[in-house]
């Protein structure tokens, strides 16, 4: 498939698209209970313990503790990180047939980098505004799209008003000035220009990582779940710096033999960086 011009239009006005419908209702269900399965489980944490290079300490003095596999430090919110080592049903999503023309469209060479789960249930407070990327990151030239971190958001679970949606602050992307944080920082949608991602098990929202963005209050009684796929630009890659997700980040030999040719090229980064020693 193509992305229109449409789409294209769309992305580079406001920072994001929505697919709707774009994951088939049998694979949205395999995630769903993939995640439900991996979240109900305690998992094994000893290789904080045994990494010289990435050492526990280290690892708290720099983030805190939510670092973990299973990382509940945050109330009322369960997340996953490493999804493809918990179970092969989260490799789908990699160089997904109905995702993956768009990565190509708005990036120079994507690289899938990080996938996690996050459950949000009732009584979850609001995020910050934040972005992965700097404005002037962001660009086009010549008719082509340059986004260096492209996010993928999956909807297992309805996305409805007080579930604990994203909100996103739409052309953010583009912005020449900045909210006051203490003000506005945690505001949801009361800050400007903000709007909630709303939609159904199996709908997709892809946007730049320059693009302001937060979790919305969580005020519904059910779970909701999302899966984030987040993919960089191979000359962007150095993800062995990052200390919080290194592990998460490099998958092993026996996960990428799992995949397919268009997975392994997504991820043919894990060929050319070195292994985390340890951490396989």
Known sequence: MQVSDE??????????????G????DLVKALDDAVVANESIDHDESWLETTPEVTLQ???RYYGENFQIKDMHTEYQTRLNGLQRLDPAFDSLVAHPRILPYLQTFMKDPQFV??????????????????GLKVEEYSVDGGII????VNVVTMLTSNHPGDGCFGVMPGSHKRNFTLDGERWGQAGLEAPGAV??????GDV?????ALLHAGMTKTSKRRRTTLQYNHVDRARINLMADLQNVRHFWMPPAVRER???AQKKLTDWMEIMPEPRSLA
Do not use: C
Request: hydrophobic share 40%; glycine share 8%.
């Open 259 to 261: 995949f397919s040719p």
């Open 7 to 20: 789409e294209r239009y769309h992305f580079d006005l406001t920072g994001f698209l929505i697919l709707r």
């Open 205 to 209: 929202m892809i946007f730049s990582e």
């Open 114 to 131: 990080n996938g996690w789960s996050i459950s949000k249930y009732e009584g979850r407070a609001a995020t910050g505004w934040h972005a």
């Open 58 to 60: 280290t690892l708290i």
């Open 196 to 201: 909630e991602i709303t939609g159904d098990p």
């Open 146 to 149: 340059h986004s260096p971190m």
């Open 22 to 25: 774009a994951i088939e209702t």
